[in-house]
């Protein structure tokens, strides 16, 4: 493992203004650091990312290793110490954020305030599981199965694989970029909004159910249940070519009280990255 060295949170202010993902500056009583993360990883296999103090972002590269970069806010008389961890000695290794438990027994409310956010590139052929408490989860990239998992925190996906991904009470987009995908994928949330936008070309049986709004820009048969609002729609979305045995994805999503849309787009190929052409 390589650990790079943190960065004063002046110089990190100097940059913020340039930097789209970049943490907010802190006041004058929080400091930031910026500290990188690195370790060897074999293509293939599973890995687990877990942060319950901020955002997860997941990016793919080419090379075959794990990379972390982390954004650590906190107050300046917290002795407490963030650090990412990789447990890979029993079951699929896991990232893991986690900040000392120090000797302190009642800290200061302002101190809660204290967050991570983590930054992870990654193998693009390994299988992930991603899970965040109330920070977001944002994934691009990734061809094998993934699992995404939030209580309150929204979920970006940009993908080329299977998925399930839930979060409670946050919104969730998917952009499934192509390919299809051969094992079943599912989004479900309570009250959150759940969005998913297919690439061109794919061939997708889809299943819809909440008591929230549905829009789609595909044909739906839509059943209601008698006397409520609770609804159901199923669509099969895409042409087989001629003389081909169809093979459809399977994609369900449910929410209990949240919008739903099943969405379009012209998007037909992807870089490796899944980045758009």
Do not use: C
């Amino acid at each position: 493992m390589r650990v790079i060295a943190s960065f004063p949170a002046a110089l990190l202010a100097a940059t913020a203004a340039v930097a789209a993902d970049e943490p907010p500056v802190a006041a004058a009583d929080w400091t930031i650091t910026r500290n990188e993360w690195h370790w060897p990883f074999a293509v293939g296999g599973a890995l687990a990312v877990t942060n319950e103090y901020g955002d997860i972002r997941v990016r793919v590269h080419d090379k075959d290793e794990i990379d972390a970069l982390a954004h650590i806010q906190q107050h300046r008389d917290d002795p407490r110490l963030a650090a990412i961890t990789l447990d890979d000695k029993a079951g699929p290794p896991r990232l893991v954020v986690a900040y000392e438990a120090g000797d302190i027994a009642e800290p200061p409310p302002a101190w809660r305030r204290r967050r991570v956010d983590l930054t992870v590139f990654v193998p693009s052929r390994i299988s992930l599981t991603v899970t965040t408490r109330a920070g977001l989860a944002e994934v691009r990239g990734t061809r094998r199965p993934l699992v995404v998992t939030t209580q309150n925190g929204d979920i970006r996906l940009r993908i080329e694989g299977p998925v399930e991904a839930r979060s409670a009470h946050g919104a969730v987009q998917v952009f499934f970029l192509g390919g299809g995908w051969e094992a079943d994928s599912a989004i479900e949330t309570a009250t959150g909004s759940i969005e998913a936008i297919l690439a061109e070309g794919l061939l997708v049986d889809a299943a819809l159910a909440t008591h929230g709004r549905i829009t789609t820009d595909y044909s739906l048969l839509v059943t209601r249940r008698p006397g409520g609002d609770f609804k159901w729609g199923r669509a099969l979305i895409g042409v087989p070519p001629p003389g081909a045995m169809p093979v459809y994805s399977r994609l369900t999503m449910r929410s209990n009280r949240g919008a739903i849309a099943l969405l379009s787009s012209a998007v037909q190929s992807v870089s490796p990255r899944g980045e758009l052409q």
